[in-house]
């Protein structure tokens, strides 16, 4: 996302989760419509978008190694996404490959505070990593199930599964992965209070402020609540629509005029 990030209650539950999960070391499950927020906060929580592109890039070190060691250190997660038909092999192998990268970036950081430490560590630096964040989790086959769950217990390694609404009950049709669930959150679109909190943040960065006070602006807000129903996604595709509205009509005021004609370009589903 090109905007900072906002955090929101959903996301503060999320993090909650994530580190019960990863303390107990056991398999929890993320599930929630499209759209609220669970990618995003998942990554977030992973450091991942600061990770993924200098894991991809791994070419000379440079000045700024130590920031992304210390990062890796302090995340010890890999967030992955399995490919459409994904098969399980390269399923593990994919995983296996960042758990690796991810855990020589913190293991180069441990280096750099305690070398007698850092040496008892550095040949099984996947053992540094605490947890796997597996989005889109409806992809994985039984087979790529079953490796998963084999591998958790072996190395004891935390795995939080995020899927759509009714993944948990998927589940339930594998007895050994389901007993050894610890966790289930169910990740909800924004409420009211959050909703108006966003929305906040967003009349901001176009330079205004937001006034429920003022009958334009309540009547705005009314019809975003009533365009989006609370889908953090759809929030944020439709507010570069409604600087564009603002900016080709050479409009200063949000309204809800403004915000319908911003809805009418995007595709949005019933």
Same mark, same amino acid.
């Given at each position: 996302m090109?905007h900072?990030?906002?955090?929101t209650?959903?996301?503060? $539950?999320?993090?909650?989760?994530?580190?019960?999960v990863?303390?107990d070391?056991?398999?929890?499950?993320?599930?929630g419509?499209?759209?609220?927020?669970?990618?995003?906060?998942a990554?977030? *929580?992973?450091?991942?978008?600061?990770?993924?592109? *200098?894991? &991809?890039?791994?070419?000379?070190?440079?000045?700024?190694d130590?920031?992304?060691?210390?990062?890796?250190?302090?995340? $010890?997660?890999v967030f992955?996404?399995?490919?459409?038909?994904c098969?399980?092999k390269?399923?593990m192998? &994919?995983?296996d490959?960042?758990?690796?990268?991810v855990?020589?970036?913190?293991?180069e950081?441990?280096?750099? +505070?305690?070398?007698?430490?850092?040496?008892?560590?550095?040949?099984?630096?996947?053992r !540094?990593?605490? !947890? %796997?964040?597996?989005?889109e989790?409806?992809? !994985?086959?039984?087979?790529a199930?079953?490796? +998963?769950?084999?591998?958790?217990?072996?190395?004891?390694?935390?795995?939080?599964?995020?899927?759509?609404?009714?993944?948990?009950?998927?589940?339930?049709?594998?007895?050994?992965?389901?007993?050894?669930?610890?966790?289930s959150?169910q990740? $909800?679109?924004?409420?009211?209070e959050?909703?108006l909190?966003?929305?906040?943040?967003?009349?901001?960065?176009?330079?205004?402020v937001? &006034?429920?006070?003022?009958?334009?602006?309540?009547?705005?807000?009314?019809a975003?609540?009533?365009?989006?129903?609370?889908?953090?996604? %759809?929030?944020?595709?439709?507010?570069?629509?409604? #600087?564009?509205?603002?900016?080709?009509?050479?409009?200063?005021?949000? #309204?809800? &005029?403004?915000?319908?004609?911003?809805?009418?370009? %995007?595709?949005?589903?019933?």
């Open positions: 090109s900072a990030f906002i955090v209650k959903e996301h503060r $539950r999320f993090t909650e989760f994530a580190n019960a990863r303390k070391k056991t398999i929890g499950i993320c599930h419509p499209a759209g609220v927020g669970k990618t995003n906060s990554r977030r *929580y992973a450091n991942w978008d600061i990770l993924e592109p *200098y894991i &991809d890039e791994w070419g000379p070190r440079g000045d700024h130590a920031k992304h060691y210390a990062i890796a250190n302090r995340s $010890r997660t992955y996404t399995p490919e459409v038909l098969r399980p390269d399923l192998s &994919d995983i490959h960042w758990q690796m990268k855990g020589i970036c913190a293991d950081h441990l280096r750099s +505070l305690s070398t007698d430490a850092a040496s008892s560590r550095q040949n099984d630096v996947k !540094l990593i605490e !947890l %796997l964040i597996i989005d989790a409806e992809r !994985l086959t039984p087979s199930l079953e490796l +998963l769950r084999d591998q958790h217990d072996r190395t004891h390694l935390a795995i939080i599964l995020i899927g759509m609404p009714g993944i948990d009950e998927r589940f339930r049709h594998y007895p050994q992965l389901f007993s050894r669930l610890g966790f959150h990740y $909800r679109t924004l409420g009211r959050e909703l909190f966003v929305l906040d943040r967003h009349w901001k960065r176009l330079g205004k937001l &006034d429920l006070d003022d009958f334009t602006d309540a009547q705005a807000v009314a975003i609540e009533r365009i989006t129903r609370g889908n953090f996604r %759809l929030l944020e595709r439709l507010f570069p629509q409604i #600087t564009r509205v603002l900016k080709i009509n050479q409009l200063d005021t949000i #309204t809800d &005029d403004v915000v319908e004609a911003a809805a009418s370009i %995007l595709v949005i589903g019933n």
